[in-house]
């Protein structure tokens, strides 16, 4: 039974920085493929950031340059560095795991099987 905890959020000033990690519990991080999105109300559920079980990863085209995805695999733990935040990175931040094949990074947010409650990043 995968489970997923997120922490590290809060409120922030723009142009500041904050880091969000994520608790696996139950998985393989050797066999699962991670990532992080974000939901604003009224609006729909957007991918940030992925990686993969190579340590491969990929960026939404708005945080490119911002954002790192980070994996210790060791504490079983995902991080998402994020730097020189803005008001529009404001939403509340989920992570979410699926098993995936090597080689790859699951960017659709309808392909990842397990996901956490979530984490509130508010920047003003």
């Known amino acids: 039974h995968v489970q997923l905890v997120e922490s590290g959020g809060g409120s922030v000033q723009t142009g500041g920085s904050l880091r969000l990690s994520c608790a696996a519990s139950?998985?393989?991080?050797?066999?699962?493929?991670m990532g992080w999105f974000r939901r604003v109300p009224g609006l729909e559920r957007e991918g940030v950031a992925g990686i993969g079980i190579d340590g491969r990863t990929a960026y939404a085209d708005s945080v490119k340059g911002r954002f790192t995805i980070s994996q210790d695999k060791a504490k079983s733990i995902v991080y998402l560095q994020m730097n020189s935040l803005q008001p529009e990175d404001t939403g509340v931040y989920s992570c979410?795991?699926?098993?995936?094949?090597?080689?790859?990074?699951?960017?659709?947010?309808?392909?990842?099987?397990?996901w956490g409650q979530g984490t509130q990043v508010t920047v003003s």
């Open positions: 979410a795991a699926v098993s995936c094949p090597r080689g790859v990074v699951v960017a659709a947010a309808d392909q990842y099987e397990h």
């Open positions: 139950g998985y393989s991080s050797n066999t699962f493929c």
